[in-house]
C-alpha cells in the first residue's frame, strides 16, 4: 500500500529539531559576497583550537550494511515474532527478553520509496568571522566514524560518513535569511563551481553564524527549531541534500556548542536516511500502523527519539554531544529503539489497537492505520500490554489526550482499571470519546510510562466506527 506523510506536518512542541522541509524551492538574493571561498578569520583573544575527534577514512572493503528487515507485519497484537533474514545483524544483545512478551510492536521506520546514503560526504560550510570553524570542521570529520554513528544509521543501508573538504566563506548573511535565499545561494555555488559538486552521497551542511536569523516556513530557528534538512534542485534535475545549523546558545535542553552538535548529528542522521524528502522520500515515516508517530514527532528517525529526556548525551569514546536515533532492529526486539540505548531497562505500555481507521492525506490518498473506532459520545475498553527487555520494578501509565497536536481541544477522557504494573501485566484502558474534530476526523493520544525520571511513550489514534 503506498503511505502518505499525512500527518508529518503536524508536531508538539517537545519536538525540538525540524524533518525534511516540503516547501518549493522559492525565489530570493543571498546578502552579496565573495564566491569564492574565505580565509578562515583570525581571533588573537581565543588560543588555537587543538583538534579532539579522530579524522574518519572510509575504507574501501568496510561495505555498507544491508536495510533491515523485520519481514511481515502481524495482526496488531503479535510480539517480536520471528524476524526478517536481517534480524541476526541488527547489533542487539541476542534476542528479545521474555520479560512482557507478546506485546504490540513498536514502530518501524517504513521508506516511502527512496533510499539513504550509502556512503554519505558532508561538505562543512561556514561562514565571515566564524569562531567555531575549527571545532565544526573538526566534528564533521570525526561523527561518521564513531560507534554513536553506525548505531543509528546501519538499519537502513547507511555506511560511514566522512568530510569533504571545508569550505570557509568569506560572505555573510543578512540579521534574517530565509531558506529560499539558502536554497538560491547553494544552487548558484554549486553550479559556478565555488562549491564542489554534489556526488550521490554529498550533504551541504551550512553552519550559519551568530547574528542571523534562519527561517523556514515562517518558523524562526533557535525558537521553534534547531535545524533542519533538505534537497536543492540543480540545473539538469540533479538535486543536491543539505542541512542548516543556526546558531543558538541555548536550545531545548542544550547550550553552548552542544547546540551545535546536537542539532547537526540530528540533521546528519535524518539526511543520510532520507536525503530527498521533497522528490523521493526514503525512511520518512512510520510503518501504517503507526502513522500517527508521526504526527507527534515528526516520523524521521531522529525525529522519533528527541522527545526523550535522554536523547542528547555524549558518547564514553567520544568528547561531542549528539543525539540517539530510532533503530528498527531494537525496536523489533522490543528493545529500546533509541540508540545507544541509555542505561537501565527500557519498558514501555503499547495499546492493542485491534481496528483499521482510513486517514487520507494530502493528496487525497487514504491510508489504513492501527486505533480504535469509537462513536462521539461513545467509549470502548482496549488492553494495555506492559513490556521490558529487563525485569524492572513496577511502573506507573499514564494516558493523555493529544488533540492539541492537531490543532483541537481535548476531546477524550480516560480510565484505567490500574495505573500501575509490571512487564507481562495487562492493563484494561477505557476511553471516552467526548467530541469529534471536524477536520481530521481522528484524536490521537499517548500512555507514558513512568518510573523515577524516566519517561517512555506509546503512541495510539481514535477515529470514527
Same mark, same amino acid.
Request: net charge negative.
Given at each position: 500500500?503506498?503511505?502518505?506523510?499525512?500527518?508529518?506536518?503536524?508536531?508538539?512542541?517537545?519536538?525540538?529539531?525540524?524533518c525534511?522541509?516540503?516547501?518549493?524551492?522559492?525565489?530570493?538574493?543571498?546578502?552579496?559576497?565573495?564566491?569564492?571561498?574565505?580565509?578562515?578569520?583570525g581571533?588573537?583573544?581565543?588560543?588555537?583550537?587543538?583538534?579532539?575527534?579522530?579524522?574518519?577514512?572510509?575504507?574501501?572493503?568496510s561495505?555498507?550494511p544491508?536495510?533491515?528487515d523485520?519481514?511481515?507485519?502481524?495482526d &496488531?497484537d503479535? +510480539?517480536?515474532? @520471528?524476524? $526478517?533474514?536481517?534480524?541476526?545483524?541488527? /547489533?542487539?544483545d *541476542? =534476542?528479545?527478553?521474555? !520479560?512482557?512478551?507478546?506485546?504490540p510492536p513498536?514502530?518501524?521506520?517504513?521508506?516511502?520509496?527512496?533510499s539513504?546514503l550509502?556512503?554519505?560526504?558532508?561538505?562543512?560550510?561556514?561562514f565571515?568571522n566564524?569562531?567555531?570553524a575549527d571545532?565544526?570542521?573538526?566534528?564533521?570529520?570525526?561523527?561518521?566514524?564513531?560507534?554513536?554513528?553506525r548505531?543509528?544509521?546501519?538499519?537502513?543501508?547507511?555506511?560511514?560518513?566522512?568530510s569533504g573538504?571545508?569550505?570557509?566563506r568569506?560572505?555573510?548573511?543578512?540579521?534574517?535569511?530565509?531558506?529560499?535565499?539558502?536554497?538560491?545561494?547553494?544552487r548558484?555555488?554549486?553550479?559556478?563551481?565555488?562549491?564542489p559538486p554534489?556526488?550521490?552521497?554529498?550533504?551541504?551542511?551550512?553552519?550559519?553564524?551568530?547574528?542571523?536569523?534562519?527561517?523556514?516556513? &515562517?518558523?524562526? +530557528?533557535?525558537t @521553534?527549531? $534547531?535545524?533542519?534538512?533538505?534537497?536543492? /534542485?540543480?540545473? *539538469? =534535475?540533479?538535486?543536491? !541534500?543539505?542541512?542548516?545549523?543556526p546558531?543558538?546558545?541555548?536550545?531545548?535542553?542544550?547550550?553552548?556548542?552542544?547546540?551545535?552538535t546536537?542539532?547537526?548529528?540530528?540533521?546528519?542522521?535524518?539526511?543520510?536516511?532520507?536525503?530527498?524528502?521533497?522528490?523521493?522520500?526514503?525512511?520518512?515515516?512510520?510503518d501504517?500502523?503507526?502513522?500517527?508517530?508521526?504526527?507527534i514527532?515528526?516520523?524521521e528517525?531522529?525525529?522519533?527519539?528527541?522527545?526523550?529526556?535522554?536523547?542528547?548525551?555524549?558518547?564514553?569514546?567520544?568528547?561531542?554531544?549528539?543525539?540517539?536515533?530510532?533503530s528498527n532492529?531494537?525496536?523489533?526486539?522490543?528493545?529500546?529503539?533509541?540508540?545507544?540505548a541509555?542505561?537501565?531497562?527500557?519498558?514501555?505500555a503499547?495499546?492493542?489497537?485491534?481496528d483499521?481507521?482510513?486517514?487520507?492525506?494530502p493528496?487525497?490518498?487514504?491510508?489504513?492505520t492501527?486505533?480504535?473506532?469509537?462513536a462521539?459520545? *461513545?467509549?470502548?475498553?482496549i488492553?494495555?500490554?506492559?513490556?521490558?527487555?529487563?525485569?524492572?520494578?513496577p511502573?506507573?501509565?499514564?494516558?493523555?489526550?493529544?488533540?492539541?497536536?492537531?490543532?483541537?481541544?481535548?476531546?477524550?477522557?480516560?480510565?484505567?482499571?490500574?495505573?500501575?504494573?509490571?512487564?507481562?501485566?495487562?492493563l484494561?484502558?477505557?476511553?471516552?470519546?467526548?467530541?469529534?474534530?471536524?477536520e481530521?476526523?481522528?484524536?490521537?493520544?499517548?500512555?507514558?510510562?513512568?518510573?523515577g525520571?524516566?519517561?517512555?511513550?506509546?503512541?495510539?489514534?481514535?477515529?470514527d466506527p
Amino acid at each position: 500500500m503506498r503511505r502518505t506523510p499525512l500527518l508529518a506536518s503536524v508536531s508538539l512542541a517537545i519536538v525540538i529539531f525540524a524533518c525534511g522541509s516540503d516547501h518549493d524551492d522559492g525565489p530570493g538574493d543571498a546578502d552579496g559576497g565573495d564566491a569564492g571561498a574565505g580565509d578562515a578569520a583570525g581571533n588573537d583573544a581565543r588560543p588555537p583550537y587543538t583538534s579532539v575527534g579522530v579524522r574518519c577514512a572510509r575504507d574501501g572493503d568496510s561495505g555498507v550494511p544491508r536495510v533491515f528487515d523485520a519481514g511481515p507485519r502481524g495482526d &496488531g497484537d503479535a +510480539g517480536s515474532g @520471528d524476524a $526478517g533474514s536481517d534480524a541476526g545483524d541488527a /547489533g542487539s544483545d *541476542g =534476542g528479545s527478553s521474555d !520479560a512482557g512478551a507478546g506485546h504490540p510492536p513498536l514502530p518501524q521506520i517504513a521508506t516511502l520509496g527512496g533510499s539513504g546514503l550509502a556512503s554519505p560526504t558532508v561538505i562543512p560550510i561556514t561562514f565571515a568571522n566564524d569562531d567555531d570553524a575549527d571545532r565544526i570542521e573538526d566534528f564533521v570529520a570525526s561523527f561518521g566514524c564513531t560507534s554513536w554513528w553506525r548505531a543509528v544509521t546501519r538499519d537502513y543501508g547507511v555506511g560511514d560518513a566522512v568530510s569533504g573538504p571545508p569550505m570557509r566563506r568569506s560572505e555573510s548573511f543578512p540579521e534574517t535569511v530565509d531558506d529560499s535565499v539558502l536554497q538560491k545561494w547553494l544552487r548558484q555555488n554549486i553550479e559556478s563551481g565555488s562549491l564542489p559538486p554534489p556526488n550521490p552521497g554529498t550533504v551541504y551542511a551550512l553552519f550559519i553564524g551568530a547574528g542571523t536569523t534562519v527561517q523556514l516556513q &515562517g518558523l524562526s +530557528g533557535c525558537t @521553534d527549531f $534547531g535545524g533542519y534538512h533538505d534537497s536543492v /534542485g540543480l540545473a *539538469g =534535475g540533479q538535486r543536491a !541534500a543539505y542541512a542548516v545549523i543556526p546558531r543558538c546558545d541555548r536550545f531545548g535542553p542544550l547550550g553552548g556548542f552542544d547546540v551545535v552538535t546536537g542539532a547537526a548529528s540530528h540533521e546528519f542522521a535524518e539526511a543520510a536516511t532520507d536525503p530527498y524528502p521533497r522528490t523521493t522520500p526514503a525512511f520518512a515515516q512510520p510503518d501504517d500502523d503507526h502513522i500517527v508517530w508521526a504526527a507527534i514527532t515528526g516520523g524521521e528517525v531522529a525525529d522519533m527519539c528527541a522527545i526523550a529526556a535522554t536523547a542528547f548525551f555524549q558518547p564514553g569514546d567520544y568528547p561531542f554531544v549528539v543525539q540517539r536515533s530510532w533503530s528498527n532492529s531494537a525496536a523489533f526486539l522490543g528493545k529500546d529503539p533509541c540508540v545507544p540505548a541509555a542505561p537501565g531497562p527500557y519498558f514501555n505500555a503499547a495499546p492493542v489497537l485491534r481496528d483499521e481507521i482510513p486517514l487520507t492525506g494530502p493528496d487525497d490518498v487514504p491510508t489504513l492505520t492501527r486505533g480504535v473506532k469509537i462513536a462521539v459520545g *461513545g467509549k470502548a475498553t482496549i488492553d494495555v500490554a506492559l513490556f521490558s527487555d529487563d525485569v524492572p520494578p513496577p511502573w506507573t501509565v499514564t494516558p493523555q489526550d493529544l488533540s492539541n497536536a492537531l490543532g483541537s481541544t481535548g476531546r477524550l477522557t480516560f480510565a484505567l482499571d490500574r495505573s500501575t504494573g509490571s512487564a507481562g501485566d495487562v492493563l484494561h484502558l477505557t476511553i471516552f470519546r467526548e467530541a469529534r474534530n471536524k477536520e481530521t476526523g481522528v484524536e490521537p493520544f499517548v500512555l507514558v510510562s513512568s518510573f523515577g525520571p524516566t519517561r517512555n511513550f506509546f503512541f495510539g489514534l481514535v477515529g470514527d466506527p
